[in-house]
T-cell receptor, first 114, second 110 residues
């Protein structure tokens, strides 16, 4: 266990559905991240939150909406997704401000969009 | 693109052999890290080497860093079937953001 949990682990949704992914870290970190991992492609950084403030949005379509209510929780709200959004969505956390930036990952949510 | 590249893309070895994986990057870095991912799971941090270090060991892992060539290598000695996974290098810059490579798929045959 890495100290980062994600729910649900698997999600199947239609293109008109609205769903949310949840991430929680128990490590006392101050930064959290959403990544998308598709087959045969590099890990794509989607969003970064430092101290609950969004500091990075890598040109992610608006059908993905992140929310960070506190430094321990991170959500990814999904609506009107496309089949090409099917992927493994990974959450990670780290402690920014130290001399290392090791990230600790959750197990991921396997998303399938029909 | 600031993304690094790993090679080979896939590696298949016999149990007991050593596995060597390479990573190159394009920008200046504060550190370089290696992560492992079992199929369909999250990434697990293996080892970090700082830009002022040249070699580091952790158990059966040995990582080297050559900043003049902008490259790193990960050596896994005496491989085991349980080492079968994907391995990623990631480099960190000044803003604490990590840039990951595409990964190397390692298969260790029992």
């Amino acid at each position: 266990e890495t100290g980062v949990t994600q729910t649900p682990r698997h999600l199947v949704m239609g293109m008109t559905n609205k769903k949310s992914l949840k991430c929680e870290q128990h490590l006392g970190h101050n930064a959290m991240y959403w990544y998308k991992q598709s087959a045969k492609k590099p890990l794509e950084l989607m969003f970064v939150y430092n101290f609950k403030e969004q500091t990075e949005n890598n040109s992610v379509p608006s059908r993905f909406s992140p929310e960070c209510p506190n430094s321990s929780h991170l959500f990814l709200h999904l609506h009107t997704l496309q089949p090409e959004d099917s992927a493994l969505y990974l959450c990670a956390s780290s402690q920014v401000g130290t001399d290392t930036d090791t990230q600790y990952f959750g197990p991921g949510t396997r998303l399938t969009v029909l | 693109s600031q993304q690094g590249e790993e090679d080979p893309q896939a590696l298949s070895i016999q149990e007991g052999e050593n596995a060597t994986m390479n990573c190159s990057y394009k920008t200046s870095i504060n550190n370089l890290q290696w992560y492992r991912q079992n199929s369909g799971r999250g990434l697990v941090h293996l080892i970090l080497i700082r830009s002022n270090e040249r070699e580091k060991h952790s158990g059966r892992l040995r990582v080297t860093l050559d900043t003049s060539k902008k490259s790193s290598s990960l050596l896994i000695t005496a491989s085991r079937a349980a080492d079968t996974a994907s391995y990623f290098c990631a480099h960190g810059g000044a803003n604490s953001k990590l840039t990951f490579g595409k990964g190397i798929t390692l298969s260790v045959r029992p």
